[in-house]
């Protein structure tokens, strides 16, 4: 019933039943998981500027759910929804430049994205602490402090 009720919510333009929607699309609530349907509700709002549309678009692309598995796209969506302080998605955007997935692979630039979930109340900020160079944290450091996400 809820998922029936926010998909006609979301036909009529209702920007918040957008995203519930676009969740039990993915997890398969309230019918089959429709992962294509899930991306057009979230494309919607990434395009809206909303930073958890944008996260779910990174995640699409990143996964190839619903979209053709494309790191490059997921690492831009990724970022503008970091941008606007969304925890998972600086973690994600470390985990790229870790793998190299959609860019080079890049420790420090990693360290930074995980500094910037810390700052943001994830548990994980140490994650690369062990694996680099006191100079390399301190070049995380900063490139951190620079990039610190729009209020």
Not at 38 to 49: I, P, S, T
Request: charged share 25%.
């Amino acid at each position: 019933t809820a998922r029936r009720l926010y998909q006609g919510m979301a036909d009529r333009g209702n920007n918040t039943a957008m995203l519930p929607l676009a969740v039990m699309c993915v997890k398969g609530q309230g019918g089959p998981v429709d992962n294509e349907a899930a991306v057009k509700w979230f494309r919607v709002l990434a395009e809206k500027g909303d930073r958890e549309g944008q996260y779910g678009m990174g995640l699409a692309y990143d996964n190839g759910s619903g979209v053709k598995q494309d790191y490059a796209e997921a690492l831009g969506w990724y970022r503008k929804s970091a941008q606007q302080g969304t925890p998972a998605a600086c973690v994600n955007l470390g985990v790229m430049y870790v793998n190299g997935h959609g860019v080079a692979a890049d420790r420090i630039e990693a360290q930074k994205w995980f500094i910037l979930a810390g700052a943001m109340g994830q548990k994980n900020r140490a994650m690369m602490d062990a694996a680099l160079t006191e100079d390399e944290n301190a070049q995380a450091r900063k490139r951190a402090d620079e990039s610190r996400p729009r209020k």
